[in-house]
């Protein structure tokens, strides 16, 4: 049994087979015929080239083209290339570093440098956009600083909480969970919210933080399937994956990490109105990512889910 995994070279999106190592026993292959690769699509979210001077370029373009300033307002974003900054594959990989992008932020907020000279937020101190991006790289310290405090726990199905209250189901153990999590890595659970951003991982190896927020809370607290599996299938695919930040993420987004807000449950419907205020995105995504064969069966799931 394989699953796909990433070699990380120069581009980020060299697709690799690699056995399936792990806590997650139910793998499932993935039939790759049903999906086409839009590798040189250029409406995809994340479709950067690795190495310090693109990650260097990209800060320099996320500066000048005023991106970071109104990141805060866009961040939630689902589709596109600049409604957050694209910085995670870069950061992960240690082609530059979240210093650097501070020092960066610093010398554009101070005006100490021609760069980004007339942008809006230039000289004037730290603006709500430079600020909400540093608050995003303390989470990835905080995750780190959590990993080092918790140690194994971080792999455990009770999380850094230890958490024992709720009854997981284990695809290992009954059919029924088997098919579920088969659909849901699949990305054919016929929630088009959740099957856009499957497909997307997959065919990509990126989907945005809100995505991943919906994708993790559906398999943990709507399904009640044991979250470690997507945090295995998400390393396996992801270009930016980072060890602490996947599964200190996925810990929190399952309710057994560190979300104050226990009882916390992203609906995914609800969601795609949120974030997709002109109707049939979801589809569009889907359709984008998907072959003749399987357009039947996208549709259907598009539609039921996604329009009125
Ligand atoms: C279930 C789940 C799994 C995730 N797995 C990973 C992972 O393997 N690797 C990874 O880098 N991020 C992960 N994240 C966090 C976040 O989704 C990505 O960092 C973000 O989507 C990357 O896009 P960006 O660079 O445009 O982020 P931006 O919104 O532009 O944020 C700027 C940077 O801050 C950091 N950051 C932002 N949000 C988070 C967060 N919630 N936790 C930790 N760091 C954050 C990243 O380094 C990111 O590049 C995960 C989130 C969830 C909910």
Redesign the pocket.
């Known amino acids: 049994m394989y699953c796909i995994g990433l070699i990380l070279f120069d581009s980020f999106t060299i697709k690799i087979r690699r056995p399936c190592a792990g806590i997650c026993f139910v793998l499932l292959r993935v039939n790759e015929t049903t999906y086409t690769r839009p590798s040189t699509d250029k409406n995809l979210s994340?479709p950067f080239h690795g190495g310090e001077s693109t990650g260097n370029d990209r800060i320099r373009h996320l500066i000048t083209s005023s991106n970071m300033t109104t990141?805060k307002d866009t961040?939630n974003g689902t589709l596109g290339l600049n409604?957050?900054?694209?910085?995670?594959?870069w950061?992960?990989l240690g082609c530059i570093t979240?210093r650097q992008?501070h020092e960066y932020l610093l010398a554009f907020e101070d005006g100490k440098t021609d760069l980004g000279k007339g942008v809006h937020g230039y000289g004037k101190g730290e603006n709500k956009g430079t600020a909400a991006?540093r608050f995003?790289?303390l989470?990835?310290d905080?995750?780190r600083l959590t990993t080092r405090k918790f140690g194994p726990r971080l792999f455990r199905i009770g999380g850094f909480k230890n958490d024992t209250s709720t009854t997981w189901k284990y695809p290992q153990k009954d059919g029924e969970t088997q098919k579920k999590v088969t659909r849901f890595l699949e990305g054919t659970t016929g929630t088009g919210f959740i099957d856009a951003s499957m497909r997307e991982l997959f065919l990509t190896g990126?989907?945005?933080?809100r995505l991943?927020?919906n994708?993790?809370s559906f398999l943990a607290k709507h399904l009640g399937i044991d979250w470690r599996i997507?945090?295995e299938w998400?390393?396996s695919l992801?270009c930016?994956?980072?060890?602490?930040?996947?599964w200190?993420?996925?810990q929190?987004?399952a309710g057994v990490g560190n979300d104050p807000r226990e009882a916390r449950v992203f609906n995914p419907v609800k969601q795609v109105w949120h974030n997709f205020p002109t109707k049939g995105m979801c589809i569009l995504i889907l359709s984008r990512h998907t072959t003749t064969t399987h357009k039947e069966s996208t549709s259907r799931t598009g539609s039921k889910n996604c329009g009125p």
Do not use: H, I, P
């Open positions: 994340d990141y961040r409604f957050s900054t694209k910085l995670s594959a950061l992960a979240a992008v991006v995003e790289l989470w990835r905080y995750f990126y989907t945005s933080n991943r927020q994708v993790a997507g945090a998400y390393e992801l930016d994956y980072d060890l602490s930040s996947n200190g993420n996925w929190y987004n």
